[in-house]
Every structure is written in C-alpha cells, then in structure tokens.
C-alpha cells in the first residue's frame, strides 16, 4: 500500500501551500507543513453525522433507519478500546484528544506538542478497531442521557435547534444531534457495527494534519497501519423535504431572563463550489443588511429592539441552507417584521454598496485569520474536503465576488419561508424587568 | 521558541509589553486597566469598557466606528471586563491581520493601535460626558447582561457559589455588580469614574503579533501622559481565609440537569504541586474525576476541577442528575483522600505531567492566548515563561502533592437544584 495520487494545493494571495495524498486504502490525506508552529492538530473525520439515518449500500434493496442520535452514541463508544481506553493511551505520549458529531461528520483529533507520531498511530488504531459489547453500549447510555439534558437546559442551542426542527418537515437536520433518551435506549450493538460499516470505510474518510511534521514518516505510518477494506459507498435519504417551512412559529419556555430568538429563511440546497459560493454569498449578504455599521442595526439598536448580541449566519449543508439572525429581545415578533420589512426594501432598492464593500474586505480578513493556527488550518482541510472543495477557495470566492451576486441572493430570499424560534422566560417578571 | 517577550514600564504604573514572532498572521493590541473590585463601583467600571470600544473622538457615531473597523479587513475593537482575584480588569482589545496580507499596502497595525489608543484616552463626549444616548443603550445592556446571568447554568452556579466562598471579600463581587447599581449609574457618575481609571489604576498595554508595532511606545506615553499619573498602589495578593466551618448551599431552578460545584481552599504555598495537584485531581481526560466520576461510575456528565491561584481555591465542577448528588459528592472526596493516601499511580502521574508541557507549548501558537498568559503572571509578579512554568510542574514529588493534596480545606458545598427530573415543556 502507499500513495496513488499527491496534488500540491497552493494559494499566491496568502502564499500558502498544503499536500493533498491519496492513499491506495482508499484514504485521502491532507498535510500542511506550518514548521515555525509548536503544535501539530490531527483529525480523522468521516462523512457520517446526524442526519445519516436513512441508508442503504448499493447492493440493498431497501433503506435501513436507524435511531436518532446513533451516529454520536458511535463516537462515544470508539472512545473504548479492548485493552486501554484512549484517552489513557493519550496520556502516555501527552496529546489532547477529542472527537466530536456534528450533523453531518464525525471527526476524531488531538492537538500535541511532542510525541506526534505515537499519537497519530493510536488515533489511526482505535479509530479502525471498533468494540463493542452488550455492556459496555449500556454502560455509555447514561453517560449520553446526562449530555442531552445538558443540551435541554442550554437555551442557545434550544433556539437553534428549535428553529431547524420549524423550518424542515422530513429532513433530518431537524432532529437533535445526539438524539432524545428515548431514541438511544433503541441503540444496541448491532445497530452500531452496521453504521460503523456503513460508514466507516476508509473511502468516506479523510485524515487532515497541521503543524510541523514530516510527510514521509506520515506515509509510513499510514502504510503500516490503514486497513485495507472494501469501499463502500452508503447512500442516504434525507426524505421528500417540501420547499415550505414545516412550523413558522415555535415556542419554547425556559430559564432565562430576556427572550432570545432565531430567524431563519428555507432556501433551496446547493452543494460543491456553487455550495460554498451561496453560502459565502448569503454570509455577505446578511451582514449588510444587518451588521453592526448598517442603518437597519443602528435604528433598532437605538430603539432598544435588538442589542449587541444580535448576530447574522448562515447554515447549510447536504440538503438544507437556511440563513438566520438571532439574538435577544423582548419583542421578537417585532424584530421578526422589521427583518422581513428591510429584506424587501433592499430587494427593492438595492443593498447599500459602500457596506457590501467594506464586507468583503473584512470577510477577506477573517479568511486570513483562519490560517493563523494549525487548529483551524487542519479542521479547514478537513471540512473543505467533505464538502468537495479547496481551502483556499473560500479566499478566492470572496476575492470575485461582486455586488450583483449579493443583491442576487437577497432577491432569492423568499420572506414567506421563515421561521421564527423563540425561547421565552419561564416567569414574565424577569422579561419585564426594568 | 522564536517568541519574544519584553514586558517594560513607561512609567506612572503603565507597563507595556510586546509578544513578537514572525510566523503570527494576526496582530493583537490591548489596554488593560486593573482596580480593586468593590460593590460600588463593579457596576460602573463594566461599563466603561463598552462605551469604550464602539466609537472615539474622530468617529462619535457608532455605525461610522464600525464601518471604519470592517473596511479595515474587519479589524474588531471589542471590550473585555473580568476578574482577578481581588480586582477587577477592564480591557478594550482589537485583533487586525498583519500589513504584509493588506491588499493595498495599508499600515492595518499603527491603525489598530492609533483606534484602541483614541479610544480609551479620547473617547466620543458630548456636553463633557459619555454621551446620553449611547450611554442609556449600554447601561440597559448591562441590566440584561446581570438578568441573563442565569441562562448559562454552569458559570451561573460558579458565580453563586463565589459569593459565599469569598463572603467578605473584593472577590464575592460580581464584575457586573447588582441590579441596583447599574441602574442608578449616569453618563455624569460613569464618566466621573472613567477619570478616575484613567488617571489613577494600574495599566497593562499589550502587543502580541507578527510585526514589530514601530512608533507604538511614544503613542502609548503621548496617550496617557505617565508623568502626570498619580502612581496607582501596588496589586496586593490576598489569599482567601480557610473557614472555621464549612458551609452548605444551595438554589432551586426548573432545570434538568443540577449542577454540582465543590470549593477548597488549599494552604499550600507550593504553588507548582498545587498546579499538578489539579491535573491530576481533575483537568484532564485522564484524571481521578474524569475516569472514575464520570466513566466509571458514570455519576456526572462532566466533573472537572480548576484553580483560583490568586485565592488559593480549587473548585470541582460537576453536572449531575439529582438522584447521584450525593454519590458523586462522595466520590469526589475520596478521590481526593486517596491523592491524599500517595494513591497515585506513576502513569497517572506522567499523564497530568505531559498535559502541563504540552499546553505550556501550546500558548506560543496563540499570539492571545500567550497575551492573557503574561498578564495574568506578570500581574502576579511572575515573570516565567509558559516553558518554565511548566519545568517547576514536573520537578513536582509525589511527596509534595500529597501535601498539596492535604492542605486541602472543604469550604463550600453549592447545589443548583433542578425542581423535577421531566424535561423542559415544548409549546
């Protein structure tokens, strides 16, 4: 085994360079030397998260649904390995490991000063070598059940979450990531080693390595270590989603002082570099409606409508994008008709230029400042590879964007696709405090 | 390391350092004021900051601020209030990208700092104060910043049980202060403070980037004027007294999940076992918490400890169902005996030893974080480096943290009790 293809991926306006490999075990491999860096950050994702499932391999006739939440329980339990758990196997060499699910990946990393190659082999071990039984699945049920509770009271994701669960009818990015308690009391074994096989193959994984490390020793150990499997290429169903919004209003009540909201827009899904380009685009295109220098922000701010932890940000993924603002007010409906109200208006008479501008210079900035770690090197490799682009074309989308493409995107918003989420206090008093 | 660090004082309690290296694509510039944290005043000084750093003299509009920041490859000025120990800091902070990525040749860092330097020292007035309406915005932020404390239930339960721990002292304070004294402040009695700061609490200016900030120590000197200062007390350590008697509380919240927080004062005055004392106890994946409280047990979702060096405090932090209150507590002390008891073994040992080194590193790759690092020492009067401090950690016996361990002293027992176990209702 060894490497069947190497690209050199390089940008002339950043004047970076990183190393894209082709494993023949099926592994893509992305390496950024940054050799001035004390710290080298690993990841070992694979494209498989919350929304994963409805699946099927090619050679089945029928879909396979698996419980909610299924995809995290995974990552917790790969964490437990036969003879020593690894984060103990971490210990030993004094890398900082972690993995986390997100909607739609499942990465596993540390982050070390030395001892890089031991580590990179433990990640690589356990992460191909799963076990699990019928007690030590149990055993991690409670462990899970205590993380959801802690998501039920957090209201920041409440919002958010709740916003999704309004704006989709079927898709799956409407259900929780780690799933309900109910959902993972369905969870056994079995379930588990037929996603790990589903998804786990080297095919739909990519390992993403920023720091200052050596290329060579990195294929020897890859060489020695990969597994070499079958590829396997599940492929999901998302469901008949509707271009409607499922709920355009959803309420919740819980322990906090002053009202937060969330605001979405169901666009329609885009995926690859149109994917990136729409969401940069959206990204942009919210902020000069709406960012801190804008009339519309310093009108309501003034008013005392919105304050300084209102925000715009876009979300999209395999098959959604929803843009949203979101913060804290006392009158979220309010605040939702003055966003609705200043989207058409800019519709009609066009988005404030000098903004749009000086956006996209700072967007520009923000690009830059993403290179500046080998945290956020590494984890931009690995999300642009899963989402079927280059690191640095984020850079160059914004470099070519034009104001037309901004106006564009606002036109494409349609207001009677929102979704209002609002977390309401539990006692009215705090509300109306003051 | 290729960093280089220079902390210097210009004077009139101002000290200025600068955290250089090459490979930083970013610049980070900070003004840090430091007073005593007092109920009085918590309210008024919080503020300051905010008013600060959303517009200056040459731009008094807010909107006109902002537009200037985000056409400056979108620069941030934000604001900063904290604690430390017994004091209070305020900051106003801005992060740029460094001038050799600016695409049209512009001095992007003697901007930030000429902007961060205007802002403290020259802010927007109007009829000699704050002015009325940018004011009134900030001080019905503030009110909402104090309401909202309890929507994050951990570092809720954290300031709750700061109160009682430090009962007495600067440090029970909130950095907000209360309901009460927020809204009594004016644009009239918070600009009347603002003078005060400025002329009279101690001042850290930082730089940490990847170009030398030329020019930036004659703007600092021309801005604050360290010869017409009045020299600001030195900043006094004062451990927290250890209690006669330990003491138990707790709040009652609709929540699901309680959250559990144990307070220790230590009487150690080994500050590196102290150090090591808390990796091993409970900082890491492989501490005595982690696998036992939470893996092996499975008693909490998260039981972690930290340190209050300043204070001489270790607090454990858990977040636990109601019905494994009480096991978890019992477990979190035995735990600690058995740290106590030199029931630690030799790879438990080199783990909690590894993680001190190997986040010690990792400071240099974080201009920020390497920033807040020197300030927090330095104002403590250390001047070691992340490296060095951690060297001190693995020089650390086994002898020695069973001491640190047994200087041990219970002081608080906190529980943010969830009224039932159902879950939150969904309209």
């Known amino acids: 085994m060894s490497i069947v293809n190497k690209e050199i991926i390089s940008n002339e306006r950043c004047g970076e360079q990183l190393v894209k490999l082709r494993h023949s075990a099926g592994l893509t491999i992305m390496i950024w030397k940054m050799p001035d860096y004390s710290t080298v950050h690993a990841l070992f994702g694979t494209k498989y998260g919350s929304i994963n499932n409805t699946f099927k391999l090619p050679e089945d006739k029928d879909f396979t649904v698996v419980p909610n939440g299924i995809a995290h329980y995974l990552e917790h339990k790969l964490f437990e390995n036969e003879d020593c758990p690894v984060f103990e196997q971490y210990a030993k060499t004094g890398a900082s490991g972690n993995a986390y699910t997100s909607i739609d990946k499942t990465c596993y990393l540390f982050s070390c000063s030395d001892n890089f190659y031991e580590s990179l082999e433990i990640l690589l071990s356990f992460v191909q070598d799963p076990y699990f039984t019928d007690e030590n699945v149990e055993k991690e049920r409670g462990i899970i059940a205590q993380e959801i509770k802690m998501y039920e009271d957090n209201p920041d994701w409440r919002v958010f979450s709740n916003m999704l669960s309004g704006m989709y009818h079927t898709h799956p990015v409407k259900i929780d990531i780690p799933g309900t308690v109910e959902s993972i009391g369905e969870i056994t074994k079995e379930l588990l080693y037929q996603c790990y096989n589903a998804f786990y193959n080297l095919d739909n994984m990519v390992l993403s390595i920023a720091g200052n490390v050596d290329e060579d020793r990195i294929i020897e150990i890859c060489d020695r270590l990969l597994k070499d499997g079958r590829p396997v290429s599940p492929i999901c169903s998302f469901g008949d989603e509707p271009d409607t919004v499922a709920q355009p209003e959803v309420r919740q009540k819980l322990e906090v002082a002053v009202p937060m909201f969330n605001i979405g827009f169901k666009l329609p899904p885009v995926s690859g570099l149109e994917g990136l380009r729409a969401d940069i685009t959206a990204k942009i295109t919210l902020a000069v409606l709406a960012y801190e220098g804008s009339s519309f922000y310093r009108r309501y701010y003034d008013e005392g409508l919105i304050n300084s932890t209102f925000y715009t940000d876009v979300f999209s993924g395999d098959g959604f994008f929803c843009p949203y603002f979101g913060g804290e007010s006392r009158e979220p409906h309010r605040v939702f008709s003055a966003i609705i109200e200043e989207i058409e208006r800019c519709k009609a008479e066009g988005l404030d230029r000098e903004s749009f501008n000086a956006l996209k210079k700072s967007l520009y900035g923000s690009a830059i400042r993403e290179l500046d770690n080998v945290e956020a090197a590494a984890t931009l490799m690995l999300n642009s590879h899963m989402d079927g682009v280059s690191p640095f074309d984020q850079m160059e989308i914004i470099a070519d964007m034009t104001y037309e493409d901004a106006q564009k995107m606002l036109c494409s918003i349609d207001t009677s696709k929102a979704v209002l989420s609002i977390i309401e206090p539990k006692s009215e008093e705090e509300a109306s405090d003051e | ?427």
């Open chain 2, 1 to 427: 390391m290729s960093v280089q660090y220079e902390r210097k004082e210009l004077g009139g309690g101002i000290h200025f350092s600068v955290i250089l290296d090459k490979r930083y694509k970013t610049n980070f510039f900070s003004v840090r004021l430091i007073t005593k944290l007092s109920p009085e005043t918590a309210s008024a000084n919080s503020i300051i900051p905010s008013i600060l750093s959303k517009s200056c003299e040459s731009h008094p509009s807010q909107t006109e601020f902002n537009r200037m920041l985000t056409a400056l490859y979108g620069s941030t000025v934000y604001d900063g209030c904290g604690k430390l120990g017994d004091y209070q800091t305020l900051s106003v902070n801005g992060t740029a990208i460094g001038d050799r990525y600016a695409l049209e040749g512009e001095n992007i860092c003697g901007q930030l700092i000429d902007i961060i330097l205007e802002c403290v020292t020259r802010p927007a007035l109007e009829n000699g104060v704050f002015p009325e309406k940018e004011f009134e915005l900030k001080r019905r932020e503030l009110i909402d910043d104090i309401l909202t404390e309890i929507n994050d239930k951990r570092s809720y339960a954290f300031m709750q049980t700061s109160k009682i721990v430090y009962k007495g002292e600067p440090a029970a304070n909130s950095v907000n202060g209360t309901l009460e004294t927020a809204k009594s402040l004016t644009p009239k009695t918070v600009y009347e403070q603002y003078r005060r700061l400025i002329s009279e609490a101690q001042i850290e200016v930082i730089f940490a980037g990847g170009e030398y900030p030329e020019g930036a120590e004659e703007k600092i000197i021309g801005a604050f004027k360290p010869a017409d200062r009045k020299v600001p007390s030195d900043i006094i350590i004062a451990p927290s007294p250890v209690k006669h008697q330990s003491v138990s509380a707790e709040d009652e919240l609709d929540v699901v999940q309680c959250k559990m927080i144990l307070a220790y004062k230590f009487r150690s005055e080994n500050e590196p076992a102290v150090r090591l004392l808390n990796m091993v106890l409970g900082a890491t994946p492989v501490s005595k918490l982690f696998t036992n409280v939470r893996e092996k047990l499975s008693l909490c979702y998260y039981c972690s400890s930290s340190v209050n060096l300043m204070k001489k405090t270790l607090f454990v932090d858990s977040g636990v169902s109601l019905d494994k209150v009480e096991a978890a507590k019992a477990e979190i002390n035995r735990q600690i005996e058995e740290i106590k008891a030199g029931n630690v073994t030799e790879s438990e040992l080199s783990a909690a030893k590894l993680a001190i080194s190997n986040s010690a590193k990792a400071y240099y790759d974080y201009p920020k974080a390497l920033a807040g690092w020197y300030f927090n020492n330095s104002i403590r009067g250390i001047s070691d480096d992340p490296e060095e401090i951690a060297a001190k950690v693995c020089a650390v016996t086994m002898d020695e943290l069973k001491e640190a361990a047994a200087s041990l002293v219970p002081d608080t027992e906190y529980l943010l009790r969830g009224l039932d176990e159902s879950a939150g209702d969904d309209e």
